[in-house]
């Protein structure tokens, strides 16, 4: 039997349509590193819903694989995403001492009460000025954030003095809490969140400093009798989130730009909503085995006047990167009230 010429045609454009169309639907995937347990808020709440909101804002193009077991320790992460270990990290910056000046500006003492206005203020800041700065200059940065404002947990101790920490050998991750907790009188002991219980329950630590999530998800209720909370926070701790440059660069415009839409301040947004949806269930958790004791007046301001040369300091290590760094913790304050209202 004899195919005609037209038949054939026919069949040739229909494989290059195919062809075509199977090659526009070809998936990227980008491989997430992790070094949380997977039931993590962080992972869950976070990380989860973000690599959904890239898979749908790219129509299914690129998708996000949060890798189960860790390639290495939390600290090591960022150069995964500069090395190309892994295409998309996030970590915290106050894991690498000194590497990153600029977090500085969202860490220090009484920025807010919620995490999602001050990550959002976070954000807009990071996005106008600090990034000019070029700490990130070997990656593409999806986001930054912090998790709710940390607090003080002591076991065994009076907090109604003036100086509650005096003595007290506390677990800080690092990052700005450190000097902070130092110049308070106490003993910092550094240490990723995820070796915690390990902290504690070995008598480590005397006590801790977390938001409220961290101190129920890691499992540390029973090794702690009082919290002192700290109108604004004693402290915050900053996140990033980032990808390889290269895989970065290698995707085209459009998804570029849909992955762009559900970064920056969405996911600023999106970490600070459950971190503060995290915080709320972790309060109610230590109901009735914690004891709430809020910061008096007197107690804030010998806090503030303790930690005046530590915030001064630090603001300088932020200057020395060339950003105006009164001028970036003047803007934060007020893209935080604008957050917490809304705008």
């Not at 526009?24 to 959904?52: D, F, I």
């Not at 990034?131 to 101790?157: C, M, N, S, W």
């Not at 129920?216 to 701790?237: R, S």
């Amino acid at each position: 039997m004899r195919i005609s010429p037209h038949v054939i045609r026919l069949a040739f454009a229909a494989s290059a349509a195919l062809l075509s169309a199977t090659a526009s639907m070809a998936q990227t995937t980008l491989n997430m590193a992790n070094w949380l347990p997977p039931t993590h808020p962080l992972v869950t709440e976070v990380m989860k819903p973000y690599a959904e909101a890239v898979k749908t804002a790219t129509e299914g193009r690129v998708t996000v694989n949060i890798m189960q077991a860790p390639l290495g320790p939390p600290a090591a992460h960022f150069d995964f995403a500069v090395n190309g270990v892994a295409d998309i990290t996030y970590g915290v910056q106050g894991y690498n001492p000194g590497r990153f000046k600029t977090t500085n500006i969202a860490e220090i003492p009484f920025l807010g009460d919620t995490a999602e206005s001050i990550s959002v203020g976070y954000w807009r800041v990071f996005d106008k000025t600090l990034r000019k700065a070029g700490e990130y200059d070997k990656v593409h940065v999806l986001g930054v954030f912090t998790h709710g404002p940390g607090q003080i947990f002591l076991k065994g101790r009076d907090v109604s003095g003036t100086e509650p920490l005096k003595g007290a050998k506390m677990r800080v991750g690092g990052g700005i809490v450190a000097d902070l907790v130092k110049a308070l009188g106490g003993v910092p002991v550094e240490g990723p969140s995820s070796k915690t219980y390990e902290i504690m329950s070995s008598g480590v630590a005397d006590g801790i400093t977390f938001p409220f999530e961290s101190v129920a998800f890691f499992k540390l209720i029973p090794m702690l009798d009082t919290a002192l909370v700290v109108p604004g926070g004693l402290y915050n701790t900053s996140f990033y989130v980032a990808m390889n440059k290269a895989k970065w660069d290698a995707l085209s415009d459009a998804d570029k730009k849909a992955i762009d839409s559900v970064s920056g301040e969405a996911l600023a947004r999106l970490a600070g909503k459950a971190w503060d949806a995290a915080d709320t269930a972790g309060k109610a958790a230590m109901e009735g085995k914690i004891k709430f004791v809020p910061a008096t007046p007197e107690q804030v301001k010998a806090i503030e006047t303790s930690l005046k040369p530590i915030v001064d300091a630090k603001l300088a290590e932020t200057a020395s990167t060339g950003i105006d760094a009164a001028a970036a913790v003047s803007a934060m304050r007020d893209e935080i009230a604008k957050a917490a209202k809304g705008q």
